[in-house]
């Protein structure tokens, strides 16, 4: 045999191969082919045109499904809009269940502006507190937190983005046990990715407690496959005690929050509050409940009579069943109608062409714009978005600075002396458009006067950028390169 003949094995492989790929060829050089493929890409554009979305993202999704049909096909399954329209359908038979309970009336009608805007678009009408107390850090909140929870009498209802099966998320686990057993009805409403290191046996105690636990569109293989809510998550921060005590803002339930764990803890803002408003926080929970249990709670014992107080504000829940983007608008709108000063603090800014106008409008216009952003981010691919913004609002005149110590996770916004912004949303397109998110707008010259002081102090603690700043290097490209993927983050 020669020595460089191929065993009759590989010549028969060879041979298999070639005429796999001769038919392959024919296949792909087919007519048929390239009409079937041209009628999935009609049949897709008239799908997603028909969602309606800003033309460069539906042109994007275009281009996607069209030349990774497999793959394309799969992210937008996933991750498409279209998952959000079919949600809005649960989230109204929620509302629809709540109507039908027959719950107290919240609020008055408004027909200022601002109040008017968010009462349009949310449906919740200005509201007032007796009290609202501005909690910095996440030991701060989970020391009030906790002590509202051991003096619960009737009950406790508790959503979070993240709950951590680690010391805080233990004590409070325990702790929300023995309410439970004490006879107080415990709601507990978790994320199912944000918590997803909750396990059934670390939740086992709440439930033989008798504690009901629910989760907000749960990591199982049927919804991830069939109902595919991956992208649109409950990034709410919401505690109602015996319907009279309430907190919300921007932490969650873990050890990264707590100074006490961690020196490197997350620098955030949290808010308690008491009076009317409180009944506005309940009927944002017991939508949120309702929607992932099909469950509703309408006993008197839940909506008790609260003082009316006279700390104006209102609640801004936003989602992604919402397409008039509360959360968004009140940015917009109240950076537009700012007389005097503007200071951001958030620590994901990914801002689109609507805040970016309007933060910039306003430098130009003489006002005093101050933007608060961490300088170590959990993120660097936002963080590196981030950056990419910095020479225009800088060129505007707008201040930047970066806190320096750790990471600050604090979301505020702060307008002339009397309107503060504060909640669990970025500035960011997950938070204006995908996430549940929920803020609370006061427009009470105390609350602003408590939030100037604690960004004043945070400032002293920050950096600010040199106006004139260009990114140099290696650095110029993958900030430019993040900010391409700015309407994903």
Same mark, same amino acid.
Request: glycine content about 6%; proline content about 9%; charged content about 20%.
């Given at each position: 045999m020669d020595a460089f003949a191929q065993p009759p094995v590989v010549d028969a492989a060879l041979a298999t191969l070639t005429r796999t790929l001769g038919t392959l060829e024919g296949w792909l050089t087919s007519p048929w082919l390239g009409l079937a493929w041209l009628g999935y890409? *009609?049949?897709?554009?008239?799908?997603? +045109?028909?969602? /309606?979305?800003?033309? %460069? !993202?539906?042109? !994007?999704?275009?281009?996607?499904?069209?030349? *990774?049909?497999?793959?394309?096909?799969?992210?937008?399954?996933?991750?498409?809009p279209q998952r959000i329209h079919r949600r809005k359908l649960k989230?109204?038979?929620?509302?629809? !269940?709540?109507?039908?309970?027959?719950?107290?009336?919240?609020?008055?009608?408004?027909?200022?502006?601002?109040?008017?805007?968010?009462?349009?678009?949310?449906?919740?009408?200005?509201?007032?507190a007796t009290s609202i107390d501005l909690l910095t850090g996440g030991e701060r909140t989970f020391d009030a937190l906790f002590e509202a929870i051991e003096a619960a009498r009737e009950s406790v209802h508790l959503e979070y983005y993240i709950y951590e099966p680690d010391s805080v998320g233990t004590r409070l686990r325990d702790l929300l046990a023995e309410r439970a057993r004490a006879g107080v009805q415990v709601r507990l409403l978790i994320d199912g990715l944000g918590s997803r290191k909750c396990s059934p046996r670390f939740?086992?105690?709440?439930?033989?407690?008798?504690?009901?636990?629910?989760?907000?569109?749960?990591?199982?293989?049927?919804?991830?496959?069939?109902?595919?809510?991956?992208?649109?998550?409950?990034?709410?921060?919401?505690?109602? +005690?015996?319907?009279?005590?309430?907190?919300t803002g921007g932490v969650n339930i873990s050890d990264t929050q707590s100074e006490r764990a961690s020196a490197a803890a997350f620098h955030d803002l949290h808010l308690r509050m008491e009076g009317e408003v409180v009944r506005a926080l309940q009927l944002a929970?017991?939508?949120?409940?309702?929607?992932?249990?099909?469950?509703?709670?309408?006993?008197?014992?839940?909506?008790?009579?609260?003082?009316?107080?006279? =700390?104006?504000?209102?609640? %801004?829940?936003?989602?992604?069943?919402?397409?008039?983007?509360? +959360?968004? /608008?009140?940015?917009?709108?109240?950076l537009h109608n700012a007389k005097r000063r503007v200071?951001?603090?958030?620590?994901?800014? %990914?801002?689109?062409?609507? =805040?970016?106008?309007?933060?910039?409008?306003?430098?130009?216009?003489?006002?005093?714009? /101050?933007?608060l952003l961490p300088r170590r981010n959990d993120n660097r691919l936002v963080r590196a978005a981030a950056r990419s913004f910095y020479p225009e609002l800088l060129e505007a005149g707008v201040r930047v600075f970066e806190f320096q110590p750790r990471m600050l996770h604090g979301k505020a916004l702060l307008v002339d002396d009397e309107i503060a912004l504060i909640g669990s949303a970025n500035v960011d397109p997950r938070s204006f458009w995908l996430n549940f998110e929920l803020s609370v707008l006061a427009r009470d010259a105390r609350v602003a006067a408590r939030l100037a002081a604690r960004i004043s102090e945070d400032l002293e603690q920050s950096k600010e950028v040199p106006r004139g700043w260009q990114p140099s290097g290696l650095q110029a490209y993958t900030d430019s390169a993040a900010r391409l993927l700015a309407p994903l983050l």
């Open positions: 890409v *009609l049949v897709l554009a008239a799908w997603i +045109i028909r969602q /309606r979305r800003e033309p %460069v !993202a539906t042109l !994007a999704w275009l281009l996607a499904l069209a030349w *990774l049909p497999v793959l394309g096909w799969a992210v937008y399954w996933w991750l498409g989230r109204l038979r929620a509302r629809l !269940a709540l109507a039908a309970a027959r719950l107290p009336p919240c609020g008055d009608p408004s027909e200022e502006g601002q109040e008017r805007l968010i009462e349009a678009a949310t449906g919740h009408a200005p509201t007032r939740l086992q105690p709440l439930r033989e407690a008798g504690a009901e636990v629910a989760w907000f569109h749960p990591l199982k293989l049927g919804h991830v496959l069939w109902r595919p809510t991956l992208n649109l998550r409950t990034h709410r921060k919401i505690a109602v +005690i015996d319907g009279r005590t309430g907190f929970f017991a939508e949120d409940w309702h929607y992932a249990t099909g469950r509703t709670f309408s006993e008197a014992m839940h909506w008790p009579p609260l003082p009316i107080g006279d =700390v104006r504000c209102q609640l %801004v829940p936003s989602g992604p069943d919402n397409p008039l983007a509360p +959360i968004h /608008r009140v940015h917009v709108e109240a200071w951001l603090m958030t620590p994901y800014f %990914v801002p689109d062409a609507a =805040v970016l106008l309007a933060l910039t409008s306003a430098a130009l216009s003489g006002l005093d714009v /101050r933007l």
